[in-house]
């Protein structure tokens, strides 16, 4: 994906520019899409727009998720569990991009909600194992069948070359979702460097003026 050049003298240029004006100094000094660029910002409002109605199709199959309110975070982890059972709570939080504290809070809301259960390792005791509860698994596993026979009887009424086409989209999405996830993480990592330096600086500052 392209990235704007130029960066250094926009950051000035909104650095000297009241709050106000920023934005609009800030827009103009960026150039035009390239052709290049304007063909990737269709592919991807394409791509939106395409999961988005599948999305939407697989909803009028059935109930989104089994297990009434779940927040975002407890769903993704059952998922993640029911993909890989017998998983740690450190591996999970490395799938999931998270804090292990937070897969472990997760984990306690889970368990007494009785779709959660935790195994001590055979091993070693102190890493607990994350398994779906019977109720849990066998729930899961009917909302799942009900969708993939829904995809799947849609996928039959195409012809092979369509069908082809889809298959070979799988593995693309797959590093698209990566490359997503990269770029986020390193985002992330920048605002909390920017962070960590503005505060060691505001401390330096409160020190020198003791």
Excluded at 11 to 21: G, N, S
Excluded at 163 to 190: F, G, K, M
């Amino acid at each position: 994906m392209s990235s704007v050049p130029d960066e250094a003298p926009v950051q000035d240029a909104i650095e000297d520019t009241p709050l106000e004006e920023a934005a609009v100094t800030d827009t103009s000094r960026v150039p035009a899409p390239s052709l290049e660029d304007e063909a990737e910002l269709t592919l991807a409002e394409d791509l939106l727009s395409g999961i988005g109605a599948l999305r939407r199709g697989l909803l009028r199959c059935g109930p989104d998720w089994p297990f009434g309110p779940l927040t975002g975070a407890q769903a993704e982890l059952l998922r993640l569990v029911r993909r890989e059972p017998g998983i740690s709570v450190a591996s999970a939080a490395a799938t999931l991009r998270v804090a292990p504290n937070t897969v472990s809070t997760l984990v306690r809301q889970l368990t007494a909600a009785e779709l959660l259960r935790r195994d001590a390792d055979a091993s070693d005791r102190r890493v607990a194992r994350l398994q779906l509860t019977a109720a849990a698994e066998g729930r899961l596993g009917a909302w799942r069948d009900r969708r993939s026979h829904a995809v799947a009887a849609a996928l039959r009424t195409l012809p092979a070359d369509q069908r082809a086409v889809l298959t070979a989209v799988v593995p693309a999405l797959a590093a698209l979702t990566n490359h997503l996830e990269a770029a986020t993480s390193a985002t992330s990592a920048i605002t909390s460097a920017t962070k960590a330096a503005t505060n060691s600086a505001q401390e330096a500052a409160r020190g020198g003026s003791q």
